[in-house]
């Protein structure tokens, strides 16, 4: 397993940006974003494959959140623009070392981050 180290939550207001930064320790396979909402499951937001670089989005992102990584840095960014109060969670940051066809689920992640608090105030 790798450690990740999450930075750049915040509060900020409706219709602002905020951008999110994980650095592992070592290579992996895929690095992710989720989020915890109180009183919620954790749930996918996005994910890059560093093969190809491939990117996926949970639907109520996509066109308002980008994720991007620097490969020699172990490092994923996740740029949230028009941020909404419903984005208010916390965000982790999630890696695997190895291939797994379905990445879009907590199980699938063998290294988490600390967390970080992001708050959205209308």
């Known amino acids: 397993q790798v450690q990740l180290v999450e930075s750049g939550g915040g509060l900020v207001q409706a219709g602002d940006s905020l951008r999110l930064s994980c650095a592992a320790s070592?290579?992996?396979?895929?690095m992710g974003w989720f989020r915890q909402a109180p009183g919620k499951e954790r749930e996918f937001v996005a994910r890059?494959?560093?093969?190809?670089?491939?990117?996926v989005y949970a639907d109520s992102v996509k066109g308002r959140f980008t994720i991007s990584g620097d490969y020699a840095k172990n490092t994923v960014y996740l740029q949230m623009n028009s941020l909404k109060p419903e984005d208010t969670a916390v965000y982790y940051c999630?890696?695997?070392?190895?291939?797994?066809?379905?990445?879009?689920?907590?199980?699938?992640?063998?290294?988490w981050g600390q967390g970080t608090q992001v708050t959205v105030s209308s």
């Open positions: 890059i494959t560093w093969s190809g670089e491939t990117t």
């Open positions: 070592g290579r992996t396979y895929v």
């Open positions: 999630a890696a695997r070392s190895s291939f797994r066809v379905i990445l879009s689920i907590p199980q699938a992640y063998s290294s």
